[in-house]
């Protein structure tokens, strides 16, 4: 970048225009932190959740995934590289209200456009400014998360006991429905020539958006594969139409214990022998196609700095992740699925602060999934391999002439790694 065009991209980053007015986070508890607004004012209902990453709000802003969710970011600084049109992981914000320590007051970076300021007036998201955003999280860890409203401007004005009304009379997370309402109306393709590939495209699949992040179908179009991204209301007729080589599901927002209708269509797939792979809803829809059930964490795994082991290699990844919910599977080696036609299943990743079941990976079936985030947006990339994973499978049931770039397919079965010892659980209490 030469000397002019930093210049004129320091320009284009505006400083923040809204004047902050008071605002408060009230908790469904009863517990009130006082600040000023940030962005937009009003009234922002949703379930408090916080999240760890020192960098990439703009992707965790933009994630479908937190949709009604009121997002805590424990890095104090926030806004400081603004927004630029490049890292938006969706179309638009959907975090229904934001959280932050110290808002940048100027942002600075050679890619902003804006700064977050204006973007979150301009989309009308609610946020607070100037509140202790640790002790926010340690009140969310410690008594788990819950409903919350941000109230500001003339909304700031009523009672404590009115606020924490209106909060109490908001719709809880678990059994929240709300792929179909992040998901796009019309179906359309991710072609491989459009993100440095060359030549034809190896595979095809299909891959149903429950809220899926922009970065997804990248990850596969950069390795030769085409995408057809589908509306999460598809069914197992649209996806025959597109005639893939594989079949993924996105993340998403919600409980999975509301997605039967993505179940039975999985199941149908399955059923097809068709290869599987899933990200994070999509890792909760397998199991549950499987007949495992799944449960909300006392507060989730939220950020680009969770670690994760691959029970299969024995490697550590640092891993991006936003989940709320988790799949109850036993981790103890190779079972029986419950639905027992899909043959035997092992927990292939767990977390490492927590035990949490991070991955599936079915033995007798073309079917995987991780509750994590490979596609890195924002995150490190420690996890892409799962994507050339993907390939193999798909490979080693349709052999392909253009051959493969990678191979990084499973270890055999037998080489499983030993769960790691198991460590205190507090995010799994309500487990059930
Ligand atoms: N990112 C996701 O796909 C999240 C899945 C689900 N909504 C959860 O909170 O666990």
């Known amino acids: 970048m030469t000397e002019t065009q930093v210049t004129a991209a320091a320009e284009k980053a505006t400083p923040a225009v809204s004047t902050p007015v008071p605002a408060a986070l009230v908790l469904e508890d009863g517990r009130i932190f006082r600040g000023t607004s940030y962005g937009a004012t009003g009234t922002a209902l949703g379930e408090a959740v916080f999240a760890t990453g020192m960098t990439g709000y703009q992707e965790t802003i933009t994630d479908p995934s937190y949709a009604r969710?009121?997002?805590?970011?424990?890095?104090?600084?926030?806004?400081?590289?603004?927004?630029?049109?490049?890292?938006?992981?969706?179309?638009?914000?959907?975090?229904?209200?934001?959280?932050?320590?110290?808002?940048?007051?100027?942002?600075?970076?050679?890619?902003?456009?804006?700064?977050?300021?204006?973007?979150?007036?301009?989309?009308?998201?609610?946020?607070?400014?100037?509140?202790?955003?640790?002790?926010?999280?340690?009140?969310?860890?410690?008594?788990?998360?819950?409903?919350?409203?941000?109230?500001?401007?003339?909304?700031?004005?009523?009672?404590?006991?009115?606020?924490?009304?209106?909060?109490?009379?908001?719709?809880?997370?678990?059994?929240?429905?709300?792929?179909?309402?992040?998901?796009?109306?019309?179906?359309?393709?991710?072609?491989?020539?459009?993100?440095?590939?060359?030549?034809?495209?190896?595979?095809?699949?299909?891959?149903?958006?429950?809220?899926?992040?922009?970065?997804?179908?990248?990850?596969?179009?950069?390795?030769?594969?085409?995408?057809?991204?589908?509306?999460?209301?598809?069914?197992?007729?649209?996806?025959?139409?597109?005639?893939?080589?594989?079949?993924?599901?996105?993340?998403?927002?919600?409980?999975?214990?509301?997605?039967?209708?993505?179940?039975?269509?999985?199941?149908?797939?399955?059923?097809?022998?068709?290869?599987?792979?899933?990200?994070?809803?999509?890792?909760?829809?397998?199991?549950?196609?499987?007949?495992?059930?799944?449960?909300?964490?006392?507060?989730?795994?939220?950020g680009i700095n969770q670690p994760v082991m691959d029970r299969r290699t024995g490697k550590v990844e640092i891993t991006s992740q936003n989940h709320g919910f988790a799949v109850d599977a036993p981790l103890d080696g190779a079972t029986q699925a419950p639905e027992e036609r899909y043959g035997r299943v092992e927990v292939s990743h767990i977390s490492l602060n927590d035990d949490v079941v991070e991955g599936l990976a079915c033995l007798d079936i073309p079917a995987f999934s991780v509750q994590y985030h490979p596609e890195a947006a924002a995150g490190p990339h420690d996890a892409a391999y799962l994507f050339d994973r993907f390939i193999d499978l798909m490979e080693d049931i349709k052999p392909n002439t253009t051959g493969r770039t990678a191979n990084l397919s499973g270890e055999p079965v037998d080489s499983v790694h030993p769960a790691a010892p198991s460590t205190t659980d507090n995010n799994t209490e309500d487990k059930k």
């Open 69 to 302: 969710q009121l997002v805590v970011q424990t890095a104090p600084h926030i806004g400081n590289t603004g927004v630029n049109s490049e890292d938006a992981e969706s179309r638009r914000i959907w975090v229904a209200g934001y959280i932050v320590r110290d808002a940048a007051r100027r942002p600075s970076n050679w890619r902003s456009e804006r700064s977050l300021d204006d973007e979150l007036v301009e989309q009308g998201i609610i946020g607070i400014q100037g509140v202790d955003t640790r002790a926010i999280t340690r009140h969310l860890r410690e008594h788990k998360t819950m409903r919350a409203g941000i109230f500001s401007g003339d909304a700031a004005a009523a009672t404590e006991k009115e606020l924490v009304d209106l909060v109490l009379a908001s719709e809880p997370m678990e059994g929240a429905r709300l792929a179909e309402e992040v998901s796009v109306d019309e179906a359309y393709v991710v072609e491989p020539k459009d993100h440095g590939w060359e030549g034809d495209a190896r595979f095809s699949i299909a891959a149903i958006d429950l809220g899926i992040k922009a970065m997804t179908p990248v990850r596969f179009a950069e390795r030769g594969v085409r995408v057809h991204v589908l509306p999460a209301t598809a069914t197992l007729e649209d996806v025959k139409a597109v005639n893939p080589d594989g079949f993924f599901m996105s993340n998403g927002p919600g409980d999975p214990a509301t997605a039967d209708a993505q179940v039975k269509l999985l199941r149908s797939v399955l059923d097809e022998k068709l290869p599987y792979f899933g990200i994070c809803f999509g890792n909760q829809i397998l199991g549950r196609a499987l007949g495992f059930g799944t449960y909300k964490l006392r507060y989730g795994h939220r």
